[in-house]
């Protein structure tokens, strides 16, 4: 043998530096096997670890056993042990780097509470304002809450009147506006106006730490995930057990070749049947996977993503900022004949004079309208509600929501009125995101049910359920309502979530596949396993695309070695199967399992835009 006295051939030079690698692989690796064996379930690791535990033994047996140098190097095999080893932990590094996972979910949602409040004191008489923490706040407490603040804690309003925006705690997607014996909630902002509140609860039992405590819950009672290679192992690793001990019987009872040579071929046949190939399957097409997502601005927090997203059927859509941009439009107007052109510039001189946000977006959306022949008097504004006013011929106007004009069911949300005539109305609506039609369109074609479920009021929900064709939604949902339907699916079914508002951060946490938008909440980022970069839901169709992809290509992986194993463990029973010609055939598996991964890297990904 050529070189055959240097010293890398010698065998206890080979044993000496082959001992850091086998006693790093057998800890890391005997750790998992013990702990999956006392599971009940054994997994790869366990073949990984008798692979490589055999190779040793059966190297070391012929260092010791052999004397002659060439009948020992037969019996060599510390580089393929070694090798199944650093393979295996080098796969293992590449799937933790690819999908390491945030776990501060539950820091970013207390960063949201407010750390200080305005509170007011009465001092000789004169009420004065002071700054405190909030949580040094009582029952009782008198705040000062002024436009842009954030309302420190849970509340009543005792004097003022405000538009607090609650989308990020209810999905409410238009301002609500609040006045005297009206509740407010911490966390929430105002909008425009200017509140004194009275402080009605502690800060434990307020709704941002009830949501606090539920994603604790969600995340504690998330499914584990069980890979599909180690569902194989379940099976395979018993079995590949009995095939060694039964060859190792035939071979000494039947065959009566002796014990030495017994137990080479059962050990070969643990050799041969270590699962490199398997090892490397699904973290080499995670690893593609994740960075093929990553360039197309999907960041996924976890393999088994991947995985949940292509096998799963079901997906729960909040509507605000989700399905919705959360900026309301004027979907479609109306008037009685002959009054078109009055009615549109009675209703934008009207809104001139408010500075409500709905007002704000119609004279953006409708200058159009504006004629100036209007001139009115005694103008009186009805925070959150309307506005009236008299014109410059006395004739008596009035613009605001139907409900305050008397109208609770009228198909408009904003009437007006003339002398006391209803002569024109205005329906408004979410605008669609960029791409929902198609998104929908494209889950109804892989057969996924799509579901809303939204704190919003249920004219909206069903409204935008129609446009979209979505049979099923759900409205007037409060966070534990949504995470109480989640729970109730997800004991069946794997369940996808997309929101990305604070009140969806528990069901985000609870499903199989929770999905926000990097514009977003930062709560809702941090409990969703998928973040979407732009704020675009075809990315999301892009998303489950590369899933599939992946998860296909992680199936045709384990195939190849499951397959690799089932034709090279008979040759190596019968002793067909040298040990050296094994670990050559386990290294074409494992190029043949990461081409197939690379080549995942380099498939097209159809998309609608």
């Keep these: 043998m050529f070189f055959s006295w240097a010293p890398l051939h010698n065998p206890f030079i080979q044993l000496f530096l082959s001992i850091p690698v086998y006693g790093l692989g057998l800890w890391f690796f005997g750790k998992s096997a013990v702990n999956s064996l006392k599971s009940g379930v054994p997994n790869m690791d366990v073949l990984i670890f008798m692979g490589a535990g055999s190779s040793l033994f059966y190297s070391v047996f012929g260092t010791f056993y052999y004397q002659d140098s060439h009948e020992v190097h037969k ?28 776990t501060n979910a539950i820091q970013s ?67 609500v ?39 604790k819950k969600a ?55 270590c699962p490199c190939a398997m090892g490397l399957a699904t973290p080499t097409a995670v690893m593609v996977g994740i960075g093929k997502a990553a360039k197309r601005g999907i960041l996924i927090k976890g393999g088994h993503v991947l995985e949940d997203f292509a096998k799963s059927k079901k997906i729960v859509f909040d509507k605000t900022g989700t399905l919705s941009t959360g900026d ?32 704000k977006a119609l004279v953006a959306q409708h200058d159009t309208w504006c004629n100036n022949n209007f001139t009115f008097e005694n103008v009186i504004e009805e925070k959150g509600l309307g506005i009236r006013a008299i014109d410059n011929r006395g004739n008596a106007w009035q613009f605001g929501s139907a409900k305050w004009m008397g109208f609770p ?36 074609s892989q057969h996924i049910e799509s579901i809303i479920v939204s704190g919003d009021n249920e004219k909206k929900v069903k409204a935008l359920a129609e446009e979209l064709q979505i049979r099923q939604s759900y409205a007037h949902q409060l966070p534990q309502e949504k995470l109480d339907l989640i729970n109730n699916w997800q004991q069946h079914e794997r369940i996808i979530m997309v929101g990305d508002g604070v009140n969806d951060a528990p069901a985000l946490s609870k499903v199989s596949v929770g999905i926000s938008f990097v514009k977003g909440s930062d709560i809702a980022i941090q409990a969703a396993n998928l973040v979407l970069m732009r704020n675009d839901l075809r990315s999301l169709q892009d998303a489950h695309m590369i899933s599939k992809q992946t998860y296909k290509t992680i199936k045709q992986n384990l195939f190849w070695a499951f397959f690799y194993n089932i034709l090279c463990i008979p040759l190596a029973a019968a002793g067909f199967m040298h040990p050296m010609l094994g670990a050559l055939s386990m290294a074409f598996s494992d190029i043949i399992v990461i081409g197939n991964s690379l080549w995942l890297g380099v498939k097209k990904v159809h998309s609608n835009y």
């Excluded at 029952?139 to 804690?153: C, E, H, R, T, W």
Aim: glycine share 6%; with cysteine.
């Design 109 to 175: 949602l207390s960063n949201l509470q407010v750390q200080t409040a305005k509170l007011m004191i009465e001092e000789n008489g004169k009420l004065l304002m002071k700054e405190i923490a909030v949580s040094q706040l009582k029952k009782g407490d008198l705040l000062q809450v002024n436009s842009g603040d954030l309302v420190p804690i849970d509340a009543v309003v005792v004097s003022g009147e405000a538009d607090c925006d609650e989308s990020l705690i209810t999905g409410e997607s238009l301002p």
């Design 409 to 444: 069911e009228h198909e408009s949300d904003l009437l007006l009125s003339k002398n006391g005539q209803i002569i024109a109305g205005l329906t408004l609506a979410d605008d669609l995101k960029p791409g929902a039609k198609e998104l929908i369109s494209y889950l109804k």
């Design 177 to 215: 506006h609040k006045k005297v014996e009206q509740a407010v909630t911490g966390g929430t902002l105002l909008v425009s106006g200017n509140l004194q509140v009275m402080v009605n609860t502690h800060l434990k039992d307020t709704v941002l730490s009830q949501i606090i405590e539920m994603v």
């Design 75 to 102: 019996y060599l095999f510390y580089e393929t042990g070694a090798s199944i080893i650093t393979l295996v932990l080098f796969g293992n590094l590449l799937e933790k780097r690819s999908v390491k996972k945030t």
């Design 328 to 359: 309301f439009i004027f979907k479609s107007f109306w008037s009685e004949p002959n009054v078109d052109l009055e009615a549109k510039n009675a209703i934008y001189s009207l809104e001139q004079k408010s500075s409500h946000p709905i007002a």
């Design 219 to 273: 995340q504690t009672n998330k499914p584990a995930i069980q890979k599909l290679g180690d569902q194989i192992s379940a099976i395979f690793v018993p079995t590949v057990v009995l095939i060694a001990i039964v060859t190792f019987l035939f071979s000494y009872l039947y065959l009566e070749i002796g014990s030495a040579q017994s137990m080479l071929r059962a050990v070969a046949v643990l050799v041969i049947s």
